[in-house]
């Protein structure tokens, strides 16, 4: 089988594909109701976004087979960006309902921020504050999702913005 692949890069990007597109509508067929093209049920979409993603993971495959390697090396995975903006997600969620959208906003924009190498302070600061105010204006104010907005602190319920 080794001397089939060509390019071990390609070859195992398609095996993950074309098992997680497998994966996905194998668990669609099963968990779902499917339906018609005309009347889709809650499966449909999945199943077909599984197929597709199983057949471009076949053709990166096959592919894998034809070309060549072109003295292409892969770079080594860079484990602590990934640790800093899955951190950052949980810790949202964690911190979501008991200091509310404002607060845990700023945890998220701030905490995945260190996960890149061109850190700078002011501008992280900036967009964090950008980010989670559109983000409390559209979900909280807007779209009335019952999200809290401030911490359900006594200190906080005297500004009208906790309050909404």
């Known amino acids: 089988m080794r001397k089939f692949i060509r390019n071990a890069h390609d070859f195992w990007t398609g095996v993950m594909f074309a098992v997680t597109g497998g ?4 668990i669609a067929i099963v968990q779902y109701k499917l339906g018609t093209a005309a009347r889709m049920g809650p499966g449909y979409f999945p199943f077909v976004l599984g ?4 057949g471009i993971g076949i053709a990166v495959l096959v592919l894998s087979m034809r ?3 072109r003295e292409r090396t892969v770079d080594k995975f860079h484990w602590t960006p990934l640790f800093w903006v899955l951190g950052s997600i949980c810790l949202f969620g964690v911190m979501l309902k008991v200091t509310g959208v404002l607060f845990a906003g700023l945890a998220l924009v701030v905490g995945s921020s260190l996960g890149s190498g061109e850190f700078k302070a002011k501008e992280i600061v900036l967009l964090a504050i950008g980010l989670t105010v559109f983000c409390a204006a559209v979900f909280v104010g807007g ?3 019952p999200i809290p907005m401030c911490p359900g602190f ?3 319920e005297q500004f009208a913005l906790c309050r909404v």
């Open 51 to 54: 197929m597709i993603l199983l």
């Open 154 to 156: 006594a200190a906080f």
């Open 23 to 26: 994966a996905f509508a194998g």
């Open 143 to 145: 779209l009335k999702l």
């Open 67 to 69: 070309r060549s390697e």
